[in-house]
């Protein structure tokens, strides 16, 4: 009964999702912040380059008060993850993207969060207690930031972790904690920044 009851709630929300507008997608965006996170199946996707859609561009205002703006980012590789405060693997793996983003800020390239649930005290205390140097973009309340990903390689699963090539383009996405396979991300960065831009 258990195995019925898990299919049915599994086809309901594969039609919902189906079904999803961008407004209906806007509005998940918002649920109540204590809400379960949904955790992928450490599920690599690797586009290559002739298969590329346009340019991702996404814009907010971080933590600090800046503004980002992935325009202003052209010409180099950028690290995109989507977390929450209260999302357990985005806890574990928080340390590991520090750290990855300090190596290869030497190499020039950009670490950007987008947060999807949280205010921006809870936000600038998490930095603190893990580590966290790279700006987030506090994206709770109106969601543009989220939207802008929500074409064929849009996060599935909190945490997500997207890497953009130097155009801008989806060249990878991670659906699920990087820790425990950060070489997979190291190595979809070190691609990106391997390629020649046309």
Same mark, same amino acid.
Not at 80 to 89: G, Q
Not at 100 to 105: F, G, I, L, T
Not at 119 to 131: H, K, L, R, W
């Given at each position: 009964m258990r195995r019925i009851?898990?299919?049915? =709630? $599994? %086809? &309901?929300?594969?039609?919902a999702l189906g079904g999803c507008t961008l407004t209906s997608l806007q509005q998940s965006y918002q649920n109540d912040p204590n809400a379960g996170y949904v955790q992928g199946q450490t599920g690599i996707t690797v586009v290559q380059p002739d298969q590329r859609k346009a340019p991702v561009e996404f814009s907010?205002?971080?933590?600090?008060?800046?503004?980002?703006?992935?325009?202003?980012?052209?010409?180099?590789?950028?690290?995109v993850n989507f977390w929450y405060v209260l999302c357990p693997p985005c806890r574990?793996?928080?340390?590991?993207? =520090? $750290? %990855? &983003?300090?190596?290869?800020?030497k190499k020039g390239v950009v670490f950007v969060g987008i947060n999807t649930r949280d205010d921006v005290s809870s936000i600038t205390a998490y930095d603190e207690q893990f580590g966290v140097k790279y700006p987030s973009i506090v994206d709770a309340a109106s969601?543009?930031?989220?939207?802008?990903?929500?074409?064929?390689?849009?996060p599935n699963a909190t945490p997500t972790t997207i890497v953009l090539d130097r155009e801008g383009r989806v060249a990878a996405r991670i659906e699920a904690t990087v820790h425990g396979q950060l070489s997979n991300?190291?190595?979809l960065i070190d691609s990106a920044l391997a390629e020649k831009t046309s």
């Amino acid at each position: 009964m258990r195995r019925i009851l898990r299919a049915a =709630a $599994a %086809v &309901a929300l594969a039609v919902a999702l189906g079904g999803c507008t961008l407004t209906s997608l806007q509005q998940s965006y918002q649920n109540d912040p204590n809400a379960g996170y949904v955790q992928g199946q450490t599920g690599i996707t690797v586009v290559q380059p002739d298969q590329r859609k346009a340019p991702v561009e996404f814009s907010g205002t971080t933590e600090s008060g800046a503004q980002f703006d992935s325009k202003s980012e052209l010409g180099k590789v950028v690290v995109v993850n989507f977390w929450y405060v209260l999302c357990p693997p985005c806890r574990v793996e928080a340390s590991d993207l =520090a $750290a %990855v &983003a300090a190596e290869y800020a030497k190499k020039g390239v950009v670490f950007v969060g987008i947060n999807t649930r949280d205010d921006v005290s809870s936000i600038t205390a998490y930095d603190e207690q893990f580590g966290v140097k790279y700006p987030s973009i506090v994206d709770a309340a109106s969601g543009a930031a989220q939207l802008a990903f929500s074409g064929a390689y849009r996060p599935n699963a909190t945490p997500t972790t997207i890497v953009l090539d130097r155009e801008g383009r989806v060249a990878a996405r991670i659906e699920a904690t990087v820790h425990g396979q950060l070489s997979n991300l190291t190595s979809l960065i070190d691609s990106a920044l391997a390629e020649k831009t046309s």
